[in-house]
């Protein structure tokens, strides 16, 4: 996880918006963030300055630096982010408990990849499922695999049925996007498996996976197919006792069966993204 510039723009817009330069201080300094000595804030942008001088210097691709730094981030959510702590409360069950500004931070922590939930709770054990979708330039509508990224990471704690659905959603997404580029028809309610088997066909997966060693690409395949079958299991296995079609049970799904279908889904999905692309640029050439 490396904190974005976004993200550090947005905290500074939460402090400027509702915090002091006191508080500001104490929650940069709780976590090993010290001011200058000779430091004086800035005429017209005070707290903001405060933001810019404790940060002013940081490694931020050393992962213990932005651990602690997310921890700042957070202990302002909780401070001056929550309607509940500011003179905003929350005046029905349906309105965000957050203000706009603690919102909008953490949305770009999440892309960050940073283990924060909805709540702006530090989730420990669920290391988001990190895609960078921005590198493949063919997808019509990447803002499809970032829903589900999104969710996945959102409700793997929370919501562990939920998350395994979106898993398998993001597979079947991405394969659609795959066949539709390829003009390949296929039924509005194929499984899983069977958009998969349409995919390998599509691409080669079972003769070109691995350059020049027919064996590889056929075993590569093999792994591809199983991780495929492995999500369409779990996602079964959500819905045995699931809540859908007004099933009084709980799911049996846990956050480790969830982590286990995200994973899956990632790898193959990148798999697939990066083969699909590179196929259409080696035609292109």
């Not at 296929?186 to 020049?212: C, F, G, I």
Request: aromatic share 6%; charged share 25%.
């Amino acid at each position: 996880m490396e904190l974005s510039r976004r993200s550090r723009a947005k905290f500074a817009d939460l402090c400027a918006t509702w915090g002091t330069v006191r508080s500001i201080e104490n929650v940069y300094s709780a976590h090993g963030f010290e001011l200058p000595s000779d430091f004086e804030p800035a005429d017209g942008g005070m707290r903001r300055s405060v933001c810019a001088a404790a940060e002013a210097g940081t490694d931020l691709t050393d992962p213990v630096v932005c651990d602690h730094l997310l921890r700042v981030y957070l202990d302002g959510i909780d401070d001056w982010g929550r309607r509940s702590t500011t003179f905003s409360p929350v005046s029905s069950s349906d309105e965000d408990p957050l203000v706009p500004e603690a919102r909008a931070l953490v949305r770009s922590l999440q892309r960050d990849g940073a283990p924060v939930g909805d709540e702006a709770n530090l989730v420990l054990g669920t290391a988001p499922v990190m895609l960078a979708i921005e590198r493949f330039d063919r997808l019509g509508e990447p803002k499809v695999l970032l829903d589900h990224l999104h969710r996945i990471d959102a409700s793997t704690g929370s919501d562990p049925a939920a998350a395994i659905g979106s898993a398998k959603e993001l597979a079947e997404s991405t394969f659609k996007f795959v066949l539709d580029d390829y003009s390949v028809t296929y039924q509005r309610n194929a499984s899983l498996m069977d958009l998969y088997k349409l995919v390998a066909t599509a691409l080669a997966l079972t003769r070109e996976s691995v350059p020049a060693s027919a064996k590889g690409s056929q075993a590569a395949h093999k792994v591809l197919q199983n991780m495929a079958t492995a999500i369409q299991s779990l996602a079964e296995l959500r819905n045995e006792l699931g809540l859908g079609h007004g099933r009084t049970a709980s799911s049996p799904a846990l956050a480790r069966h969830a982590r286990l279908a995200a994973n899956a889904a990632r790898t193959v999905v990148e798999f697939v993204l990066e083969t699909w692309h590179e196929r259409k640029r080696s035609a292109a050439a």
